[in-house]
């Protein structure tokens, strides 16, 4: 495809339009579909929700990561534990086929999760470099709110992403560290550390109405989890019973089966104490609906619902044409729109990959439309 085979590292995204139209494309939505196509595929980077990046369209990906990596892997860099700014990165993108692109490499290495900017300043920080070793603050054991996620295979680096998805919360002061940081919103702290060895993920939070920076941390870590589609993991949280709350290795209930008792109304039994205990008190801390916020919430145990998918094969030319694009229609009427676009610029691509535009494809070839071949108008069958 054309894209592929320009020797540019990027091009503007005026450029890329102008580049569409050249092979057959008329409408702009449709060269912003083609482009966050090839952005899902990872042909090209094209951030279209990104105020600075949605003007450039990076063709070859590797010129991206390679900038990127330079930084990261930059000595000065490393020395400062992951802390740089300005200077630094016009030291290291020095050369001209960076320096002209420090601002979108920068923003780059923000939408990759790698770093963030320290607010109110023009420092920034890329967790992977901060200190291994957790600083020492002080932090009150009373009346804590515990959360547990346990991975069946844990990705690495989640309380890195997490660090930069939240970094406008972190406490002030020296609260960050490769694997764990301290957050506040009001007057709740939440303390969040990773263990990669037990393959766990702690959550404490503490003070105020800590379910509010829990739904916060909540929704990053959804994100995350959402990024890593094979992931499977357990959510616990401790007893709450005398016994445990002094114990080192506490009972814990999954949120599922808390769940399942709130549903039921019967008393959860501590397998520590024995006594029974009220699982909807003990999802009340989490959450200010339990029943309501079971599900995903519970667990990443649950597939996703299976998208259903249509495919028509059909010769091109001749009546064949405007059925198809009748049976689009119709889907269109029925909300079937996204699945059935996708599935067209999926041939669009294979299309003009394989007839070239420079050779007609052969009569008995099945195609989509005429309109979504990127080399349609090339096409004269
Ligand atoms: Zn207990």
């Known amino acids: 495809m054309a894209l592929e085979s320009d020797s540019r590292d990027h091009v503007s995204a005026e450029e890329f ?7 057959g494309f008329d409408r702009r939505q449709d060269m912003l579909q083609l482009g966050g196509y090839l952005h899902d595929l990872g042909i090209c980077l094209f951030f279209q929700d990104d105020e600075l990046l949605s003007r450039t369209v990076v063709l070859k990906p590797e010129w991206g990561t390679g900038a990127v990596y330079r930084a990261l892997d930059d000595p000065k860099i490393i020395r400062n534990l992951g802390v740089f700014g300005p200077a630094d990165l016009k030291r290291i993108w020095h ?14 290495m923000v939408r990759f999760g790698l770093c963030y900017r320290v607010p109110g300043s023009e420092t920034f920080v890329a967790p992977q470099l901060l200190s291994p070793t957790r600083p020492s603050y002080a932090w009150d054991d009373a009346d804590n709110l515990l959360l547990r996620y346990e991975y069946d295979v844990m990705p690495k680096g989640i309380v890195r992403r997490l660090i930069v998805a939240l970094h406008d919360l972190i406490e002030p002061g020296d609260n960050v560290w490769r694997t764990g940081v301290l957050l506040r919103h009001d ?6 550390i990773e263990d990669y060895r ?12 800590p379910r509010i920076l829990l739904a916060m941390i909540d929704r990053e870590l959804a994100a995350v989890h959402r990024s890593y589609p094979a992931i499977r993991f357990e959510k616990y949280r401790p007893c709450d ?11 814990m209930f999954t949120i599922g089966e808390l769940m399942d008792f709130v549903v039921d109304g019967s008393g959860i039994q501590c397998r520590r104490s024995r006594t029974l205990r009220d699982a909807a008190a003990l999802l009340h801390g989490l959450y200010k609906d339990p029943v309501q916020s079971s599900g995903s919430a519970a667990s990443g145990r649950t597939a996703p619902a299976a998208q259903p998918e249509i495919f028509v094969s059909y010769k091109w030319g001749g009546d064949a044409d405007a059925l198809v694009d ?3 229609q119709r889907m269109s009427e029925r909300g079937c729109t996204s699945p059935a676009t996708a599935t067209r610029w999926t041939t669009a691509i294979r299309s003009s990959s394989s007839c070239g535009g420079s050779e007609p494809a052969s009569a008995s070839s099945s195609c989509w439309t005429r309109r979504t071949c990127a080399r349609g108008t090339a096409c004269t069958n």
Do not use: K, N, W
């Open 17 to 23: 339009f102008r580049i569409c139209e050249a092979h």
């Open 95 to 108: 050369e001209p086929a960076y320096a002209s692109m420090r601002a979108e490499l920068l923003q780059l």
């Open 187 to 192: 007057l709740t702290q939440a303390e969040i």
């Open 198 to 209: 037990r393959r766990r993920l702690t959550i404490r939070l503490r003070g105020g109405d």
């Open 241 to 251: 019973c005398d016994r445990c709350a002094v114990a080192v290795e506490p009972t």
């Open 326 to 328: 009748e049976i689009q």
